[in-house]
């Protein structure tokens, strides 16, 4: 007795009328040689695609169990593919390009030929502005698409690529809908279609009907694959039948007689189908009653089954979304049903990408829990047929179905259940199982967005209070740094004034010791000590008069210290107050030369915060002598105070080089300067525009012009 065979399945989708129809005639040539069936579904692969994780992870999956493999048109990728090829396996590929990929055999519809008698037939109804519409993202429509080019060429009908529309999205209703409304939008004259499978058909129908259209009195329409819909649509579609359970057949046959009898196929196998002839096309040909009843037997199964399957995912859908994550992967082996052995293998959250696949969940037909014999599987192994208790046996109607688990956030692992084929889903318009592992995707990403949320707003807010923190000590060196004007003016003036008080305190301590001399040797006359006398007057009225202006520019400097700390509203003579700021400055003035007016009515009594007012001017004033005047240079600057219903108005002024256009919207931007490389750190006039907006509740705008100085316009409410 020959050994019992593995044959590995790859598929993207695993039910509706081709994908389900496929996977049934593979299924029925591997039953009849004994062989078991493992079809791994990409679904999740590819449909969460994220440059985060990598499907490669994936590719080695079973790889060990598997004799040969079948690989469905779009199942794998070219990567997934390559691997495949270098392996030790043969590979059967279904629908794939020929040109494209060298593997043992490739199955296919003869798609030349189906499209090119399509075309003709349409041809033979005389007509000659057919449209095409297909998908370009699949082989097969792409070889139908040809042979449509290629019957219009026979009967010497010109190409019109404006008659040409693709469905961008995929080939199924709703695109088939959206690529014949711009169709119609084009304005382009036809009186035919040709879509390139029964579902883009029936959308471009449904289309035309809502635009008041004929079928077929003012466009005739078909497709290709005659799937169930096309018989029961109205009016009923003219199609070709595609052999989708023979190409699924052959594949299977074909990997087989490779693998049981060494024999080299041949590299191309095609599969001829049919005409089938309705009402679409203008043939008028009806469908027979009884192939309708029996359809109506159909529809009632499909219905059956879409109820059972909406009321299961409705209760599932609702407890994923409830659940965290440890609840997820609790639910998971739900996500199945109707199977008499399911496991669950997951990566290691330490370590997802060595390999391992950690024995999460087993259990049976009853979904009770049953013990597994090995703890971790290499994913290569994974699912192994000796990890299923002698207690259920394959039978020969039964499927292993693998499921990578996998979603925009990460790689998670594989469910691996047994369970037999379904006949109905082969009648679905939709792979209806794939919703619920959509579901899944989208709530594990879900709470492991929600997770990294967490994680990240804490991070987020410690790096907010060290921001915070940090700005905070840059505020407090930019008002520092504003008042290095002032303190070097203080030290400058207040310098003088000593320097010539110890000149003189020098001179009198000489002049002393002097006549103290004299006096001991007693050759101090009258005349010296009357000298002496006027020396000591004239000496002391220099030391007062210099001592008194040191104590009034301490003074004048105290009360700025006292208002800058002062926290509170307090009354002040804004005339006063001002003139009290500039009296301090005139070294850094004189060595700018730059000159000051100041036009403020002298009875203007405020009731404001000092150290804010303070602020304000000083920064101004240091962004003039920074940015608006070059060393050595004559300048001005102006400010004119004025005031009316309850508001301040402050306009403030230079005559220096002015502010670029460019820059003139983001001088008040935090950090923003234009001389970073000179130890500026940009924020000055940030902290001028906080001072008048949020602190005293007004407004600042700049105007300014390269060449022509620079206006800052300030309004302060006096009342709040």
Not at 674 to 697: M, S
Request: with cysteine; net charge negative.
């Amino acid at each position: 007795m020959l050994p019992r065979l593995n044959i590995g399945v790859i598929t993207h989708r695993t039910e509706a009328s081709y994908f389900g129809t496929l996977l049934n005639g593979i299924h029925e040539s591997l039953k009849k040689e004994d062989a078991n069936m493992f079809v791994i579904n990409t679904f999740m692969m590819y449909r969460f695609d994220s440059n985060l994780k990598r499907q490669s992870s994936f590719y080695p999956l079973a790889s060990k169990n598997i004799d040969g493999w079948i690989i469905l048109s779009q199942g794998a990728d070219d990567e997934y593919l390559n691997m495949l090829f270098n392996s030790d396996k043969p590979v059967v590929l279904i629908s794939h390009d020929p040109q494209k990929y060298n593997c043992d055999c490739i199955i296919q519809e003869d798609n030349h030929y189906g499209a090119e008698t399509i075309t003709q037939h349409l041809i033979d109804h005389g007509h000659t502005k057919i449209a095409y519409i297909g998908w370009s993202q699949l082989f097969d429509m792409n070889e139908r698409f040809e042979g449509y080019k290629r019957a219009l060429k026979k009967n010497g009908i010109p190409f019109d690529e404006k008659l040409v529309f693709d469905t961008e999205k995929d080939a199924l209703i709703d695109s088939g809908k959206i690529a014949a409304a711009s169709l119609l939008q084009s304005g382009s004259l036809f009186t035919a279609v040709f879509c390139a499978n029964d579902f883009i058909a029936l959308g471009a129908m449904e289309t035309f009907k809502e635009s008041g259209i004929n079928i077929p009195g003012d466009v005739a329409i078909m497709g290709y694959d005659d799937v169930l819909y096309a018989k029961n649509c109205t009016p009923s579609l003219s199609s070709f039948h595609q052999n989708i359970k023979t190409i699924g057949y052959t594949g299977g046959e074909t990997l087989i007689n490779i693998l049981r009898n060494n024999v080299p196929p041949n590299k191309i196998i095609h599969i001829k189908s049919e005409l089938v002839l309705r009402e679409s096309c203008g043939c008028n040909i009806k469908t027979e009653e009884d192939l309708t009843l029996e359809n109506l037997k159909l529809k009632d199964s499909i219905i059956k089954c879409v109820e059972d399957m909406l009321f299961r995912n409705y209760g599932l859908g609702t407890e994923l979304f409830s659940l965290d994550l440890e609840g997820i992967k609790k639910l998971m082996p739900q996500i199945v049903n109707n199977y008499s052995w399911l496991c669950l293998g997951l990566f290691s959250e330490d370590n997802p990408n060595n390999g391992q696949l950690t024995i999460e969940h087993m259990s049976n037909f009853n979904t009770e829990p049953i013990p597994s014999p090995a703890s971790v599987c290499p994913i290569e192994e994974f699912p192994n047929i000796s990890m299923v208790p002698d207690l259920y046996p394959l039978g020969p109607d039964d499927i292993i179905w693998v499921l990578p688990l996998s979603t925009m956030a990460k790689n998670w692992g594989v469910i691996s259940y047994i369970s037999p084929f379904n006949d109905t889903s082969t009648l679905y318009a939709y792979d209806i199982s794939n919703t619920i592992f959509n579901l899944l995707g989208i709530a594990l990403d879900r709470e492991v967005a929600s997770r990294e949320s967490k994680n990240n707003l804490l991070v987020l807010q410690k790096t907010l209070d060290t921001l915070r923190e940090t700005q905070e000590q840059l505020i407090q060196t930019e008002k520092m740094a504003s008042l290095v004007g002032v303190v070097s003016g203080i030290a400058h003036e207040i310098n003088t004034p000593i320097g010539v008080s110890l000149t003189a305190a020098s001179f009198l301590e000489q002049s002393t010791n002097k006549v103290i001399e004299q006096f001991h040797t007693k050759k101090l006359g009258h005349k010296d000590f009357m000298g002496f006398l006027e020396e000591c007057l004239e000496t002391s009225k220099i030391l007062m008069s210099n001592l008194q202006r040191s104590s009034g520019l301490v003074n004048r400097f105290k009360e700025i210290a006292v208002n800058r700390s002062n926290q509170n509203k307090v009354k002040i003579n804004l005339k006063h107050f001002i003139d009290d700021i500039w009296t301090l400055l005139p070294p850094v003035l004189a060595k700018n030369n730059v000159s000051i007016n100041i036009n403020c009515p002298h009875d203007l009594l405020i009731l404001t915060y000092p150290e804010g007012l303070i602020q304000i001017i000083t920064s101004l004033f240091e962004n003039s002598i920074v940015h608006g005047f070059s060393e050595g240079n004559n300048g001005s600057i102006n400010i004119d105070v004025t005031s009316n219903n309850n508001l301040l108005y402050i306009v403030y002024s230079d005559d220096g080089i002015g502010i670029e256009k460019s820059n003139l919207s983001k001088i008040f931007d935090p950090f923003f300067t234009t001389k970073r490389g000179l130890g500026r750190i940009g924020l000055g006039l940030n902290i001028v525009y906080n001072i008048v907006t949020q602190e005293f509740g007004g407004t600042i705008n700049c105007e300014s012009e390269i060449g022509n100085g620079t206006v800052f316009h300030i309004t302060i409410p006096l009342i709040g």
